[in-house]
């Protein structure tokens, strides 16, 4: 999983294949300071990385550097290790400059000082973006970018990356890629080597070029070739179930979800729904915002989700129950609903407005709150935990259901998915007809 936070707001972690907790008013404050601080802090490692890498310097003597080194026939540079050592990134990046077998430009040893730095950390939620990797997560959120048009999600433990879904009309259909197809490679990069959202950058690119996939699709790999296009992924689903109950599926929650969710709702009360299901099955997570103000919209006054960063400070996102709906409520969740469905599913319970039917949920109970740099380049950083209403932090351990249900496809195994073949609908169903 994964998940994401901007400054506004993010929590997330499905990313549409090119792409994933509200902002707090401390995050804008933390964006302008820390913006100029770490930008300051980052210029300084720059000018230093810069002059190591142009200037020879005297270089570390000690005994674990020399034993580093001893294999290499460095000639006259041998002397540069009896001086004292000023640093030791100082020899480290001398040593790459000039003994490295291919030429590595400054501005990628750079980029790969920050990236390290934030990797350090071993939270597989924080992280480094270049300018243009931020400039491309965005527009993601935005819901709007070039690609294949399927939605994926990445393993943490396994680093295994599974196409979640394919939405229709899109290259990814087109090309017969399937909804739990095993993504290997693209363009021959592995997918268990990158995070999520620098590998989706491989199969994100311009309109009319190809992208070359490996998939890995019930034991046998595949070679697929998608032709990229422009890619408005839906992230709100919905018709009536049946003459009462309607449906609302959410795939992820972005800057637009709370929009389009609020036309289907309203579309669903014409067509006389009483009651409804909401699927949160699949959904990765994303914008804390976005799904605070879905939750302000469906429930009363109170409190839907609440922050707490390590010194303690809280800070509650609220409903207030301008337009709360009061209406027999289903949530659907599986292993891959997290984040951001988490923090819907938990606001159902702990309101006790519904029921929750599936298995228990992925247990990402953490924020992260990405801050630009005045270069255009980000970080990304797990910055809270977040709580549900109750006060339980779900971190590791999920939201287990009131009503324990794997999902079986009803059909035989040549016929297409519908929600009347769908036994976890159909158990909804039928709890609301009770």
């Known amino acids: 999983m994964s998940d994401e936070f901007q400054l506004n707001g993010d929590v997330e972690e499905s990313i549409p294949e090119e792409t994933k907790p509200t902002t707090k008013k401390w995050p804008i404050v933390l964006g302008v300071v820390a913006g100029v601080f770490l930008g300051c802090v980052l210029t300084n490692v720059v000018s230093l990385a810069v002059t190591l890498l142009n200037k020879p310097a005297a270089l570390s003597s000690s005994k674990r550097a020399m034993s580093t080194v001893n294999s290499v026939e460095l000639g006259d540079d041998a002397d540069l290790l009896k001086g004292d050592s000023s640093s030791k990134l100082e020899l480290v990046t001398y040593l790459i400059k000039h003994y490295y077998y291919n030429d590595v430009d400054d501005e990628t040893l750079i980029d790969g000082l920050y990236a390290g730095l934030v990797e350090s950390l071993d939270d597989p939620y924080s992280t480094y973006y270049t300018a243009e990797e931020y400039e491309n997560a965005m527009e993601t959120y935005a819901g709007e970018y070039a690609g294949i048009g399927a939605l994926l999600q990445k393993n943490m433990e396994t680093g295994e990356v599974t196409i979640t879904k394919v939405y229709e009309n899109t290259p990814a259909e087109k090309a017969g890629l399937k909804e739990g197809d095993s993504i290997i490679s693209a363009n021959g990069t592995l997918a268990i080597d990158e995070d999520l959202e620098a590998f989706v950058q491989h199969i994100r690119g311009g309109k009319g070029t190809e992208v070359e996939l490996v998939v890995n699709r019930d034991g046998e790999e595949l070679a697929v070739t998608c032709k990229r296009d422009d890619v408005a992924t839906p992230t709100v689903e919905h018709q009536m179930l049946n003459d009462s109950v309607g449906y609302i599926a959410i795939s992820q929650f972005t800057e637009h979800t709370y929009k389009d969710f609020v036309k289907a709702y309203e579309d669903l009360e014409k067509q006389g729904m009483k009651s409804i299901v909401y699927d949160m099955r699949n959904n990765g997570g994303g914008l804390l915002n976005a799904v605070v103000d879905v939750l302000d919209y469906i429930l009363p006054e109170g409190t839907v989700v609440y922050t707490m960063d390590k010194d303690g400070n809280k800070e509650d996102k609220v409903s207030k129950a301008s337009s709360h709906k009061d209406i027999p409520i289903v949530v659907l969740v599986n292993g891959n609903t997290a984040s951001a469905a988490e923090i819907f599913t938990g606001a159902i319970r702990d309101f006790k407005y ?61 016929e297409k998915y519908s929600v009347d073949l769908d036994n976890q609908i159909q158990k909804a169903i039928e709890e609301l007809a009770k």
């Open 354 to 414: 519904g029921t929750i039917i599936g298995i228990t949920t992925f247990g990402k109970g953490v924020v992260q709150s990405t801050i630009p740099l005045s270069d255009g380049s980000a970080i990304k950083l797990t910055t809270h935990q977040y709580y549900t209403p109750s006060g339980e932090c779900i971190q590791g351990t999920g939201i287990n259901p009131d009503i324990e249900l794997d999902f079986e496809f009803l059909g035989k195994e040549d």
